[in-house]
């Protein structure tokens, strides 16, 4: 049932200056008893501790504490916050569960008002800005809801929102029992983790190990913070003999616990401490049995009246306030209730709260709950279900509801409640809570007689609307399913209604990146009535969109024509609107550039229309990078991206737009803004075709920025899903094998990646831009072949560029030649991002004209070019480029000395402390001050002092020279600095 609070909430309250845990009570009943002394956990105590320290000192961190349940996650962390002074503030969250799933934003609510009871109302929604409204789908009631603004943005603006707190004093955000988290929670757990390793901010997660199976969603954000080395992994364990003896002395000082006893105890209670305390009190007697036996240890001690009152408690979840055990039971019984109250509380199965009661631990409470006998829990749930049917319904208590008539068996209304909470749960974004609703609607829908009348749908559209949800929680298959099985359902009289659903069925088909959709969503077109304007319309659009994708122009312009005429029929503009679009860019990919007054027609009939607006700037931008204009394209994704925040659109339109920025900035060489853009942003985007774009790019600029372990990695763990989309899309058909051969001539299989481009010889598959961006790597393929003595044949490849025509055509043919040794580099060098040449070309033509000078023994010329193509890489940080040029520059014996400093560098070397050794390890492996930072989980600020305080005491002047003379002298002092050795690879191309 639910659990709306953690066990331990008073302790951690308690803990703090000004809590509201105690002295706010109705009565005088004794509120939460003084725990136990600590007992061990030294080593995680100073763990915590130090994080805290280091959020202090401005650069924080994440800890994860996990364990069984009752182990002493809580406590633990309570034990540190009691510990903390005035000026540190604690913002505690609790997630829980309804017995359905997640309760929406549950994790996140006490957070924001811990920082509102903080710092008030006004300033925290001050603090916030325009974005404020977010947060009231978190809080409900903070802030006046705009219609419309969907709230998807809650974590985005929370975890900024700490930001700013932390930069005016400490912050310890505490995320406890993430085994129940809901989306937004995981989301901001991973935000608040980047952000807590450069500001004064200390993140502490717990959750259960036992809950968290390996298909439980947290798995999937605790590989994420693995791999980014976002946070530390604090496993609590059992007790040992003498800790568990110290705390059953302190819990029961007269119990005498004599060797055989405290053996038994140590036994049975596995060394958690909860089961310690619960059995503690009855050492000397015959221990329970079951493990249930021992968790009603306490509670089967009670009077009748308490144990009845205990119940009645737990039918409501973890806590039950005031309010709605004055509903439940009425006044005048909880007045007459309160002996019996007092003695649970006493007792310390019930701890009193200032406006409820709550179990003294979750554990505790499930065991009871497990007590009511049928007719008693029939009754309960269904007072609880009608008094909570009478406050504003809210999704969280929507869930609710559905749950209590679930535990009332009563289908027909829990029917009815989670049909409603499903559609509110979906309006709101909450993903995964519409899911679960969802599924369970479905299950119980063949338990009620006349579904179809008490909630208002059909069971096929049900199954719709519940496959929705599930594809925007990201589980394709299970929509695919449910679509398949509603199309299966659907009555035979409404052929209309049938071909949009075999239409949705084609759709979730591709989606799983199964091109057999595209049969099925023809076979919908020709099974629509085909006067049928309303139905035909969307049918057009997807049939045109996926041929777009699938760069099959003729027909998306063929299918969008269509489209429009039937859009055009009904009157719809936002069709229209969204038809024009994808018209424009199937003329554009198809060389006709006036497709381009699509797209800005599109805009026009847009209006007010999100969807439409967001396509618009999505795809123009993504136009304008594909004709080489990156500023263009950056400022139209980026005024995308001010509207989407205006608005308060949901992270997914905004994470498209942000996307197309930093794409753009990749081309314009503003390498370290749009590194800092993927890192914090690709593992917020649940796995999709978006995220093949965002994941892609991301691969190829830490390939590029000198990271190509970490890059190499990437694509190893993303090949499967980017090759999965191959077959739908031509997009990420280029993208994709253009990196992964990329990647492939980085580790010398130079079959692997003439594999990879072959696509590129067949002029169906890749077009245009797309044509192009392949057939480069192709080049750099054969040419990687025939110095490995294997020649390739290149006429095929020849003829393809030939075939190709592209505004950009000639500085992609340019690099062509180069990489085939007809043309010289120099050419590459000499084009210019408004030529359309992105900013990587420059440093890596420069590079590479350097290595053909050395291979001539034009010594003086190759110094020249590779100390160009150091400085150039050095710009945008391109750090593949600089360490080649550095390694061969050096290797030549070509360096320049003169600047070397007359005293022994050796010197030098020897005054650098640890951590700057560290450093200039990782600057020789050519890493910028940006990836220093994020391998050392420093602060990019505090990476540059370091690299300034290296070149000081050098004597040197550039990173260059920094990284020369670690290499020269052999060591820069540390094991890791083999990794200098990388760059004496063969000196083909990067
Ligand atoms: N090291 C300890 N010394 C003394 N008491 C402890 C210790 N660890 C835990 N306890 C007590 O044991 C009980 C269970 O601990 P706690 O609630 O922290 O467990 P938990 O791991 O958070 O459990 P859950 O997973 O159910 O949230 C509490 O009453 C707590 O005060
Ligand atoms: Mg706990």
């Given at each position: 049932m639910t659990v709306t609070d953690a066990p331990g909430r008073v302790a951690a309250d308690d803990a703090?200056?000004?809590?509201?845990?105690?002295?706010?009570?109705?009565?005088?009943?004794?509120?939460?008893p003084d725990p136990a002394p600590l007992v061990g956990r030294d080593a995680e105590l100073a763990t915590l501790r130090r994080v805290v320290d280091d959020a202090r000192g401005g650069a924080g961190g994440t800890v994860v504490v996990s364990g069984e349940a009752g182990i002493g996650k809580t406590r633990l962390v309570a034990e540190v916050l009691a510990s903390l002074d005035g000026d540190v503030l604690v913002a505690r969250g609790q997630c829980a569960d309804s017995g359905s799933g997640p309760v929406p934003y549950a994790g996140l609510e006490g957070v924001v008002r811990d920082l509102v009871d903080a710092l008030g109302a006004d300033d925290v929604l001050a603090a916030a800005?325009?974005?404020?409204?977010?947060l009231g789908a978190i809080v409900p009631g903070l802030v006046a809801q705009r219609p419309?603004?969907?709230?998807?943005r809650g974590p985005e603006v929370l975890a900024d929102l700490l930001s700013t707190v932390a930069s005016g004093r400490p912050v310890v955000v505490v995320l406890e029992?993430?085994?129940?988290?809901?989306d937004a929670t995981r989301s901001t757990l991973v935000r608040l983790a980047r952000a807590a390793r450069t500001s004064a901010l200390a993140v502490v997660a717990t959750f259960r190990s036992d809950d968290v199976?390996?298909?439980?969603?947290l798995r999937t954000t605790l590989a994420e913070l693995d791999r980014a080395r976002l946070a530390a992994r604090l496993e609590v364990g059992p007790l040992g003999a003498d800790e568990v003896a110290a705390l059953a002395r302190a819990v029961?000082?007269?119990?005498?616990?004599?060797g055989v006893a405290l053996a038994e105890l140590v036994e049975r209670s596995g060394g958690v401490p909860f089961y310690v305390e619960e059995l503690a009190c009855c050492l000397?007697?015959?221990?329970?049995?079951s493990l249930r036996d021992v968790l009603l240890v306490r509670y089967s001690q009670l009077s009748p009246e308490a144990q009845a009152l205990c119940r009645t408690v737990a039918a409501a979840g973890q806590r039950a306030s005031l309010d709605l055990l004055a509903a439940v039971l009425g006044e005048d019984a909880l007045a007459t209730a309160e002996p019996a109250v007092r003695e649970a509380v006493d007792a310390v199965v019930l701890v009193a709260e200032a406006d409820g009661y709550r179990f003294r631990h979750a554990l505790l409470q499930e065991a009871v709950a497990e007590e009511l006998l049928p007719s008693e829990r029939r009754r309960l749930h269904t007072a609880y279900a009608e008094a909570l049917a009478g406050l504003p319904a809210t999704v969280p208590r929507l869930a609710e509801i559905a749950d209590h008539w679930w535990h009332a068996h009563l289908p027909d209304r829990a029917l009815a409640a989670a049909v409603a909470a499903q559609a509110a749960a979906g309006h709101d974004a909450a993903s995964s809570t519409a899911v679960a609703l969802g599924e369970r609607a479905l299950e119980m829908w063949d338990l009620v007689p006349d579904a179809e009348r008490l909630t208002g749908t059909t069971h096929h559209d049900l199954l719709l609307a519940v496959a929705e949800a599930q594809h925007s929680a990201s589980l394709l298959d299970r929509a695919l399913a449910l679509t398949r099985q509603a199309l299966a359902e659907?009555?035979?009289?409404?052929p209309a209604g049938r071909a949009s659903t075999l239409g949705q069925v084609a759709v979730h088909t591709l989606r799983t990146g199964d091109d057999a959709g595209r049969a099925l969503l023809d076979e919908a077109l020709a099974t629509?009535?085909?006067?049928?304007l309303g139905t035909l319309g969307p049918l057009l659009r997807l049939k045109a969109r996926t041929a777009m994708l699938d760069g099959d122009h003729a027909v998306a312009v063929d299918a969008a024509d269509r489209g429009l005429d039937a859009a055009r029929g009904t009157g719809d503009r936002a069709l229209e609107a969204v038809l024009l679009n994808t018209r424009g860019v199937a003329r554009v990919d198809a060389g006709?550039?006036?497709g381009v007054d699509d797209l800005a027609a599109s805009r026009r009939l847009a209006g007010d229309d999100w969807d439409a607006i967001s396509r618009f700037h999505t795809n123009m931008s993504d136009q304008h990078v594909k004709l080489g204009e990156f500023e263009r394209a950056r400022a139209l994704a980026s005024a995308g991206a001010d509207l989407a925040r205006a608005r308060g659109a949901g992270w997914g339109s905004l994470a498209m737009l942000e996307g197309n920025v930093a794409e753009a900035l990749i081309g314009l060489g503003r390498w370290d803004e749009a590194a800092a853009w993927y890192e914090r942003s690709v593992p917020l985007v649940a796995p999709s075709q978006f995220a093949v774009y965002l994941t892609e790019r991301w691969t190829w600029l830490t390939l590029w920025r000198g990271d190509g372990e970490r890059a190499q990695s990437m694509g190893r763990r993303y090949r499967a899903q980017w090759l999965r989309h191959d077959r739908i899309e031509m997009q990420v058909r280029a993208r994709v094998r253009a990196t992964l051969a990329e990647l492939a001539l980085e580790r010398g299989d130079v079959d692997e990646a003439l594999d990879l481009v072959s696509?590129?010889?067949?002029p169906g598959r890749l077009t245009g831009a797309y044509a192009l961006t392949v057939l480069v790597v192709a080049a750099r393929a054969v040419a990687q072949a025939r110095a490995q003595g294997r020649p390739v044949d290149d006429a095929p490849y020849r003829a393809a560029l030939a075939a190709v025509s592209w505004p950009t055509r000639g500085v992609w043919a340019t690099v062509f030649a180069a990489e085939l040794g007809d043309a010289p580099w120099s050419a590459v060098a000499a084009l210019d991002v408004v030529d359309g040449?992105?900013?990587h070309l420059r440093p890596y033509a420069l590079l590479r004209d350097g290595e053909a000078h050395l291979d001539a023994d034009d010594r003086s010329a190759a110094r020249g070019l590779l100390t160009a193509a150091v400085e150039a890489g050095e710009e945008i940080g391109a750090g593949l480029v600089t360490t080649r040029a550095t390694a061969l520059l050096d290797d030549a014996g070509?360096?320049?000395?003169?600047?070397?400093?007359?005293?022994?560098?050796a010197e030098g070397l020897a005054s650098l402390t640890e951590r700057e050794v560290q450093v200039l390890d990782l600057v020789a492996q050519g890493l910028t001050n940006g990836q220093v930072a994020e391998r050392l989980f420093i602060s990019r600020k505090t990476a540059s002092v370091h690299v300034s305080a290296i070149l000081r005491k050098l004597g040197v002047t550039s990173r260059t020279e920094a990284a020369v003379l670690a290499r020269t002298t052999g060591s820069a002092g540390s094991p890791s600095s083999e990794g200098v050795s990388v760059a004496h690879g063969p000196p083909s191309a990067p």
């Open positions: 703090r200056p000004g809590g509201s845990g105690a002295g706010a009570a109705w009565h005088d009943v004794r509120m939460a800005g325009p974005a404020a409204d977010a419309g603004v969907a709230s998807g029992d993430l085994h129940w988290s809901d199976g390996r298909r439980h969603p029961d000082p007269r119990g005498g616990a004599d000397g007697d015959d221990l329970p049995l659907w009555p035979a009289d409404d629509a009535p085909p006067d049928d006709d550039l006036a696509p590129a010889l067949d040449a992105p900013a070509l360096l320049a000395r003169r600047a070397r400093p007359s005293a022994a560098p």
